[in-house]
């Protein structure tokens, strides 16, 4: 018997969307055929469908309940008959579920009855964000309309292997705009074809991005895992404002063949799990060499059969060296509210027996950062040095990958940058209500030369590498740096820039009752070691919490953002 009848569904979501406030968490979760599925993870979940009293279609069923109740489809005529024109519906993470996703979890089962079970990820419904390619009857359209109908020549490489492990793609998820390279003044979280994602603690803030959808929903408990993608920022944000884990890997662990680009350079496919284990079971499953993507034979011999055997307990942190590179990166007008509270961790992992070295300053973080630090991938431009500056690699790569990505479509209503910006133009009324495409723009513009890009891919590389990252934590002798996650501008920029991995663990809540995290870096390929300290350190703090949902009917936008528009 199903967790609830669609007729439920239409009745709860029209009661909730009528402005009726619960006093208490307005989205309880159910049992699922008697399992706690809420805050389930992957091995309690593989437990439970390897003892016969669950299966994977009843899984699928009790989260897409889930899904209709807290992220209700606007075309579905069972969720209060609403339309395109709304301006909110709760979550708005999960822009669109797959089709096929009962007969898919049916074979999954059957493959089971029969003994054969692919891996940890058999049987597990996870959600892709929008711009990662899937050959079946989803659509890809990294958020905009101009996209919808267009047919992908195959599946991503990470899907694939998705599949091949027996992983059930349930949906895509909702995502901000063309990953947030669209506008300089835009709202987080926010597509022409899915509206605005909402941050699951309280729907009228920021929910970052751009794997808003991919984060949120996760935490929500709309589903057990979910990938998404990072060129700068848009893992780790969305993650630690959801309370949840993020991985973003080394460039190159995860191929970027078939997923919509924004930069060669710094693109990743990461991982979303509530625990490490979690998130590290979907980076298993996900990373590999791809003959279409180059780079990721940079891979070969340098990582591990099994990230999760680095998934520790808090024992692990004695006696190991965790740097703090305090100049700049610490000071922050975004971080100094979340202070006592992050002082406070670092007091807790002092307490379990690291050893915290202060002052592990990149030497190179006065040139590549501003006084005071505030986010800004184009301040080196401003300052007439667009041959120093993150923007002008992104830019230039921009154009020419996304343009390459869109010649190889079967078929497709555009089919180059220029094509997307007159398509917007040709629909303002749906693709620039709220905000405008003068990055989109500025890069179809050929705004830099090949020189000045060459030698600010140069530039970057050398002051976040070996001028940054690898210096601090050599010169020091230590295992990880440890960096506020808010920290908007440098907890992302410096690793995004290098290439390097970072992961952020749930670390406090703000007075907005929205989560903050802490993220560790470390060298390149480094994810074992960044996986078995962030999960002793998350095992020492225990600081997720539940979403609350509050302001759940919030229907503004942008969402609030107390420090502003920011990029990802």
């Known amino acids: 018997m199903r967790s ?45 469908l390897k003892s016969g009293r669950l299966t994977s279609h009843q899984l699928v069923e009790c989260y897409v309940d889930r899904v209709n109740i807290i992220n209700p489809f606007m075309k579905n005529p069972v969720s209060c008959h609403l339309s395109n024109t709304v301006t909110n519906l709760f979550l708005r993470g999960v822009i669109e579920l797959n089709p096929d996703l009962y007969d898919i979890a049916d074979q999954l089962d059957q493959e089971r009855r029969h003994g054969r079970v692919r891996s940890a990820m058999h049987g597990i419904p996870i959600l892709v964000k929008d711009n990662i390619a899937t050959a079946d009857k989803m659509n890809t359209t990294c958020g905009s309309d101009a996209l919808i109908g267009s047919i992908v020549p195959r599946d991503s490489h990470v899907v694939a292997l998705l599949r091949q492990a027996g992983a059930i793609v349930m949906g895509k ?12 003044n835009y709202s987080e979280g926010w597509s022409a074809r899915g509206g605005q994602t909402r941050n699951a603690y309280n729907l009228t803030q920021d929910p970052a991005g751009s794997s808003s959808g991919s984060a949120h929903s996760v935490s929500a408990n709309l589903v057990t895992v979910a990938i998404g993608t990072e060129t700068d920022g848009s893992v780790i944000g969305p993650a630690q404002r959801a309370g949840i884990i993020g991985i973003k890997p080394t460039v190159g662990i995860t191929s970027r063949n078939d997923v919509i680009p924004e ?30 993507d180059p780079v990721t034979e940079e891979q070969r011999g340098r990582v591990p059969h099994d990230y999760t055997k680095f998934v520790s307990s808090k024992k692990a942190l004695k006696g190991i060296r965790i740097g703090i590179p305090w100049k700049r990166v610490w000071q922050s007008s975004t971080t100094v509210n979340q202070l006592p509270q ?24 006065e040139d590549i950062s501003s006084d005071p630090p505030a986010w800004n991938w184009m301040y080196k431009n401003g300052l007439g040095l667009n041959n120093e500056s ?11 990958d996304l343009n390459k990505y869109l010649s190889e479509l079967k078929s497709s209503p555009v089919r180059t940058l220029s094509d997307i910006i007159q398509y917007n133009l040709d629909h303002q009324d749906t693709e620039m209500k709220y905000f405008k495409q003068e990055l989109l723009v500025q890069c179809d513009n050929d705004p830099f030369t090949e020189e000045e890009y060459t030698a600010a891919a140069t530039y970057v590389r050398k002051t976040t590498r070996e001028q940054g990252i690898d210096a601090a934590l050599k010169d020091h002798n230590v295992e990880a740096l440890l960096v506020p996650s808010d920290n908007w501008s440098l907890c992302t920029q410096i690793p995004a820039q290098a290439g390097y991995p970072i992961v952020t663990i749930p670390a406090g809540i703000d007075p907005f009752g929205v989560p903050f995290g802490i993220s560790l870096w470390g060298t390149a390929y ?15 703090l225990r600081r997720r919490k539940l979403p609350q949902f509050l302001e759940h009917t919030a229907t503004n936008i942008p969402v609030n953002n107390e420090y502003g528009f920011y990029f990802s």
């Open 4 to 48: 609830f009848t669609a007729l439920s569904v239409a009745v709860i979501a029209c009661a909730l969307s009528s402005g009726a406030e619960a006093a208490t968490n307005p989205f309880s979760m159910p049992k699922c055929h008697g399992f706690t599925l809420e805050e389930a993870t992957i091995d309690t979940i593989q437990a439970r």
């Open 173 to 184: 998820a909702n995502l901000a705009e063309w990953a947030d390279i669209r506008s300089d």
């Open 263 to 292: 930069s060669h350079s710094q693109d990743t496919v990461g991982t979303f799990g509530r625990t490490f284990k979690d998130a590290a079971h979907v980076l298993n499953a996900i990373r590999g060499i791809d003959q279409r």
């Open 342 to 365: 992050l002082f406070s961790v670092i007091d807790e992992l002092k307490k379990a027996g690291a050893i915290i070295v202060n002052n592990t300053d990149l030497p190179s973080i």
């Open 390 to 400: 993150e923007f002008t690699v992104v830019c230039y790569e921009f154009k020419r």
């Open 526 to 540: 480094s994810e074992p070691t960044l996986i078995k300290l962030g999960s002793a350190i998350d095992d020492t």
